[in-house]
């Protein structure tokens, strides 16, 4: 059973950077096909993609927010990293970490979401 898991800070001030870690289990982060996405909603908003990393070490972001992101991985703790810049309070929201499948885009696994507030 796949389970990925987010942790980091609730509470960031304005202009700092967010920092979040996504650990996965029952599988591999390198598996072949699948891509690693992170994923948020802000507070009645719908769900806004924020970019992926293939199974390469390849990253895709979202056009919108490609200039203050950054997602990486530590493949010998199986996990992968978003980093967000500059932070402002309209960043705040639930963020989610998910797998997605390459050939359909599909999410196939949700992380449960943690909450993240911009406020000083």
């Known amino acids: 059973q796949v389970q990925l898991q987010e942790s980091g800070p609730g509470l960031v001030k304005p202009s700092q950077t967010l920092s979040l870690t996504c650990t996965v289990s029952?599988?591999?982060?390198?598996?072949?096909?699948?891509?690693w996405s992170w994923i948020r909603q802000p507070p009645g908003k719908g769900l806004e993609w924020m970019g992926a990393?293939?199974?390469?070490?390849?990253?895709y972001y979202s056009p919108s927010l490609k200039s203050r992101t950054s997602i990486s991985r530590d493949t010998s703790k199986n996990q992968f990293t978003l980093q967000l810049f500059s932070v402002t309070p309209e960043d705040t929201a639930v963020y989610y970490c998910?797998?997605?499948?390459?050939?359909?885009?599909?999410?196939?696994?949700w992380g449960q979401g943690t909450q993240v507030t911009v406020s000083s």
């Open positions: 029952g599988a591999s982060i390198t598996t072949a096909y699948y891509y």
């Open positions: 998910a797998r997605d499948d390459s050939s359909t885009g599909g999410v196939l696994n």
């Open positions: 990393m293939g199974y390469g070490g390849y990253v």
